[in-house]
């Protein structure tokens, strides 16, 4: 079938499977390889890129799903060579460490901010339930989502 | 894990996917969030044929004030729930009970009827509708039916719904902005409940639903009659777990389960 959706404010249309997964299509038919495929059951969350601005879990989507969406990943949050603030704050406060999961991280945060701007650690640490790290133990990484918040309410 | 090969049709109306699914027959599935069916497609334990995707369906996506009661369109998301004014002031339990469904991404894609129709045990949703006594406004090619939630859930999995049946609405009693408590117990924060308990304040009594404790969800009978009949919460959830059938796997036994259903039915009952 036909499908075709806006990717990082690019347009892209392909004949896929209708069982092609939006990760799939992302990573093999975009090319976009930010995207990460962790536990592949919708656990993980390091698949997570935002479809019309919302987090969702791209292992979990049918890309027929997103057909007409857009999509954010992570190759597409920076404008420019300007970050996005979310990415800044965790490069700043060292919100990784093998960075197999940040992409995923970094978009549902950005999803969560977008939610609740003026988040309490609490808010953070329930809003990334989703999202699953193995190595930093989460404190930087709510650190980087906390600095992120006060710096994009500075910004505003 | 790619699901096995379907057919894609995608419906515009609730009208649309009952011809669809009519058409194409009982190896046909309506798709609307995802959350459950995409998992089991992947798994290989569901291979429908065709899947008759209800994302464009746009009308069936409300919380609405009927006046003595509420009306949800089956495709609204649990996000949406979570955020519903009209929900927080006339029945805040269900509120809270989708708020802890999932994940914030689950919760963007996961809808209320994709829940219900999916009939897992283990899911927070069903339970809660179960307490409410919920009604389940059903179309099929010859009009619409209700159905109450008492007479839904059949077994694992299983439901009333005819395979060419779409649920299209739920509606529950208006309860108010306080009188439940929801105790969710799990070892990951995302995770289903290893077991649940809910008690709400309904219509001049207490009801109380279970979530994991069996096939289906379920109504804990016995703690309501002892409540009724004017026992303390303490000495009415000892009776949590009787008629329950809980399940064994990784996370539990059937006897720890069952004493899990006594410890969260008490401080459910205690919290309201």
């Known amino acids: ?156 | 894990m790619i699901p096995a090969a379907f057919d894609y049709v995608r419906a515009g109306s609730a009208a649309e996917a009952v011809s669809l699914i009519g058409e194409h027959g009982e190896d046909a599935k309506f798709l609307a969030g995802g959350m459950s069916l995409l998992p089991l497609m992947k798994l290989r334990l569901a291979t429908p044929s065709v899947l008759v995707d209800l994302g464009r369906v746009r009308d069936l996506s409300y919380v609405r004030d009927g006046g003595d009661h509420l009306a949800i369109g089956a495709l609204t998301r649990h996000r949406d729930l979570e955020t519903s004014d009209v929900l927080a002031q006339h029945c805040a339990v269900l509120q809270a009970v989708a708020a802890q469904v999932g994940d914030n991404q689950v919760r963007h894609r996961g809808t209320i009827g994709g829940s219900v129709a999916h009939g897992d045990p283990a899911s927070d949703l069903p339970a809660a509708l179960l307490a409410l006594d919920a009604t389940f406004v059903v179309q099929g090619p010859n009009g619409t039916r209700d159905l109450a939630a008492s007479e839904f859930f059949r077994g694992f999995l299983e439901t009333a719904l005819s395979p060419d049946e779409l649920l299209i609405e739920i509606r529950v009693r208006k309860t108010g902005a306080t009188g439940f408590a929801y105790e969710k117990f799990n070892r990951r924060a995302q995770d289903w409940a290893i077991v649940g308990a809910l008690a709400a304040r309904v219509n001049g009594g207490t009801h109380v639903a279970l979530v994991n404790m069996g096939g289906t969800p379920l109504r804990a009978v016995a703690v309501e009659t002892a409540l009724a009949q004017g026992a303390s919460a303490a000495d009415a959830a000892r009776e949590a777990a009787v008629g329950t059938e809980p399940p064994a796997d990784l996370n539990a036994s059937p006897e720890y389960r069952a004493h899990l259903a006594q410890v969260l039915v008490r401080r459910a009952l205690e919290a309201i």
């Open chain 1, 1 to 156: 079938m036909r499908i075709g959706m806006t990717v990082n404010a690019a347009a892209y249309d392909h004949d896929v499977e209708a069982r092609t997964l939006l990760v799939q299509y992302l990573r093999e038919a975009c090319g976009l390889t930010g995207t990460k495929i962790g536990c592949d059951t919708s656990s993980c969350g390091a698949c997570t890129v935002l479809v019309d601005g919302e987090s969702v879990k791209s292992c979990t989507m049918l890309a027929a799903q997103a057909d007409g969406a857009s999509v954010t990943t992570i190759e597409g949050l920076a404008r420019g060579d300007e970050w996005h603030p979310v990415q800044t704050a965790f490069h700043e406060n060292h919100g990784l460490q093998c960075g197999y999961c940040t992409a995923g991280m970094v978009l549902a945060s950005v999803s969560l901010l977008e939610e609740i701007p003026n988040p309490t650690e609490r808010d953070v640490r329930l809003g990334l339930e989703g999202n699953l790290c193995r190595c930093t133990g989460y404190h930087n990484i709510v650190k980087s989502v906390l600095a992120a918040a006060e710096a994009m309410r500075g910004a505003k």
